[in-house]
């Protein structure tokens, strides 16, 4: 249902934009957004639309923006001033209903997709 693209090689400072297809009208899903995972790190989440607003990470507040086009089905990120730290393979999910432990929390999510690693070089 999910299916995450966009990912690359960039310098540190550059910019990527993440697109996050899926097979249904956004605003179907209660809540929707991006999580990261790097090597030996646990999956965080990034940034995600719902629980009645958007949430972002510390560690990219200011510099990831998320949104989306509910009439082509999709949710972007827009990465920019990218570090090196920002390298993981990022991957979108989507939760059905209301689940408490939330915003943007991994072990909630309903639904995911392959993720896409996303590579920024110092």
């Known amino acids: 249902q999910l299916q995450a693209s966009g990912g690359g090689l960039v310098q540190a400072g550059g910019s990527l934009r993440l697109s996050c297809g899926t097979s249904v009208n956004t605003s179907d899903y209660y809540a929707i957004g991006w999580f990261r995972q790097a090597p030996g790190k646990e999956r965080e989440g990034v940034s995600c639309m719902g629980w009645g607003g958007r949430y972002y990470s510390d560690s990219v507040q200011g510099r990831f923006t998320i949104s989306r086009d509910n009439a082509k089905g999709t949710v972007y990120l827009q990465m920019d001033s990218l570090k090196p730290e920002d390298t993981a393979v990022y991957y979108c999910?989507?939760?059905?209903?209301?689940?408490?432990?939330?915003?943007?929390?991994?072990?909630?999510?309903?639904?995911w997709g392959k993720g896409t690693q996303v590579t920024v070089s110092s």
């Open positions: 999910a989507a939760l059905a209903r209301y689940r408490s432990g939330g915003p943007c929390n991994y072990l909630i999510m309903d639904y």
